[in-house]
C-alpha cells in the first residue's frame, strides 16, 4: 500500500511527489473531521520513502469489497454497503498510534484480513521504539481487533538502536492460516517471524543472507508453499519452504539479472502449478515477469512508478491477466494479456484522474472487474467494467 504520509517538510514534501505518496494532511480524505486527525498519534517517520503495495482492495467472505489506506498513526477503511455495490461507506479511521504509512495487507482463506506494519515512537532511553505490529478484521465492516505487537529482531539494550534501521514487513498467510512475517534487517540480511496454530514463535529468526538492498516480496510458489525474495545490488536471494512450517532454507540459486526497483515485487498464481513474479527494473523502469521455466520476460511499462497491481480473471472466456499501475503522468495505466503468454506483448490504456500510491484490482461480488485508487486529496477513487464484452470500464467515482 502507498504510504500517505503528512508533509512534514518541503524535502519531504518533494519527495513524495516525486513517488506518488502525497495527500492531504495526516493523509486523511479532504473533510475528515478535526477531532479524527486530532485523535491520530503520529509515528516517527522513516529515512526513506516507505513502499507502496497493491493488494489493499479486498473482497469478503459476504462479497463486500472493503479498501484500506495506511495514514500517519492509523489505518482509513472504507466498506461496501451491498455486494457490487456503487455505495460505499464513509472512511472508518482505525487508530493504531505510532504506525508510519505502510501496511502489508493479506488474507486467509477464511476470509481473515491481516494488516501488519512498523510503529516508530520515542523512548525514553532517547532511542527509537520500534515494533512490527500486525491486526486482524474477522469480519467485512466489524470493529479490528487490537493492534498486537510482535518486537523486532533486536530485543537487547546494546543492539536497540539497530531496530530503526530495519526495512518494513512484508507478509504472507499459509494454507493453515499461519501468518508469516519478513523483513530486511540492519545487518543486510533477512529476519523472520511465524505463527503456528498454536501460538508465535518466541523469537524472530535469522535467515542470513546480505547485502539486501530493499523491500522484500513474499508468495505462494509452485509447490503451494511460501518463496521469499531479497533484492541485492543485480541479483535476487531467495529461500523457500520445503514444507507448511517456520522453517525458510535458503536456495543455492539466486535470481540473475534482475536489478530490482526498491518495493516493486509482485506474483500471481497463473496455473495449476504455476507461479508468475513481478518486478520492475531499477534501471529502465520497464515491468518483468518470471517463471522458473520461462526466464526473464519483459512487459513494457517503462513509464510507470511502483509494483504493479494483478488480476486472474476470464475476460470474453479468455483466461487473462490484468495489470494496472501509476503512469509517469500520475495516472492508471491498464493493460491485460492471455495468462502465461506475455509475447503476444502488452498495450497499456491510461484511465482516471491523476492518483496516488499504487491501484488496486479485485472482482466484486457481481464478478466485475473493480480498479481503485487513492486520489490526491486522500479520497478513495473507484470503477468497475460495465456490463458489456471487453474490458471497457466505467466513469470513476469518489466513494
Known amino acids: ?141 466489524r470493529p479490528m481487533r487490537d493492534w498486537h505487537p510482535l518486537a523486532n529482531p533486536y530485543p537487547v539494550a546494546r543492539v536497540k538502536h539497530f531496530a530503526a534501521q530495519m526495512g518494513v514487513p512484508v507478509t504472507f498467510v499459509d494454507a493453515a492460516g499461519s501468518l508469516h512475517v519478513f523483513l530486511n534487517n540492519a545487518g543486510g540480511g533477512v529476519s523472520s517471524r511465524s505463527q503456528n496454530p498454536v501460538r508465535w514463535q518466541p523469537k524472530w529468526a535469522d535467515l542470513k543472507g546480505s547485502n539486501v538492498t530493499g523491500t522484500l516480496g513474499a508468495g505462494v510458489n509452485e509447490a503451494g508453499h511460501i518463496d521469499v525474495f531479497a533484492p541485492s545490488t543485480d541479483h535476487v536471494l531467495r529461500w523457500s519452504q520445503d514444507a507448511a512450517g517456520a522453517v525458510f532454507p535458503r536456495l543455492d540459486e539466486d535470481l540473475a539479472d534482475a536489478a530490482v526497483a526498491d518495493g516493486t515485487f509482485t506474483s500471481l498464481p497463473t496455473g495449476t502449478t504455476s507461479v508468475t513474479r513481478f518486478w520492475r527494473n531499477a534501471y529502465s523502469g520497464e515491468l518483468r515477469a518470471w517463471r522458473p ?29 490484468l495489470l494496472a499501475q501509476r503512469d509517469a503522468s500520475g495516472r492508471i495505466a491498464l493493460a491485460a494479456y492471455p495468462t502465461e503468454q506475455e509475447d ?42 460495465k456490463d458489456e464484452s471487453g474490458l471497457a470500464l466505467e466513469e470513476w467515482t469518489r466513494a
Open 293 to 321: 521455466d520461462t526466464g526473464v520476460r519483459s512487459l513494457g511499462g517503462a513509464g510507470g512508478t511502483g509494483p504493479v497491481a494483478l488480476l486472474r480473471t476470464p475476460v470474453d472466456g479468455v483466461d487473462c491477466t
Open 1 to 141: 500500500m502507498a504510504g500517505w504520509s503528512a508533509r512534514r517538510s518541503q524535502g519531504r514534501k518533494a519527495e513524495q511527489r516525486r513517488s506518488g505518496t502525497a495527500s492531504g494532511a495526516s493523509g486523511v480524505p479532504a473533510g475528515t473531521p478535526r477531532e479524527v486527525i486530532a485523535g491520530l498519534k503520529p509515528g516517527v517517520p522513516t529515512e526513506t520513502p516507505l513502499p507502496a503495495t497493491t493488494n489493499w482492495l479486498l473482497r469478503g467472505k459476504d462479497g463486500r469489497l472493503t479498501a484500506y489506506a495506511p495514514v500517519d498513526g492509523g489505518v482509513l477503511r472504507w466498506t461496501e454497503t451491498t455486494a457490487g455495490g456503487p455505495d460505499w461507506t464513509a472512511p472508518d479511521v482505525l487508530p493504531a498510534p505510532g504506525l508510519v504509512p505502510y501496511l502489508s495487507i493479506v488474507q486467509s482463506t477464511e476470509g481473515y484480513v491481516y494488516l501488519t506494519g512498523l510503529r516508530r515512537l520515542p523512548g525514553a532511553d532517547g532511542l527509537l521504539d520500534v515494533d512490527v505490529v500486525y491486526g486482524v478484521q474477522y469480519q467485512t465492516g
Open 344 to 385: 503476444t506483448g502488452l498495450s497499456w490504456t491510461l484511465t482516471g484522474p491523476v492518483v496516488t500510491g499504487a491501484p488496486a484490482l479485485c472482482l466484486d461480488g457481481r464478478g466485475r472487474i473493480v480498479l481503485a485508487a487513492i486520489g490526491e486529496d486522500g479520497g478513495l477513487l473507484v470503477t468497475r467494467q
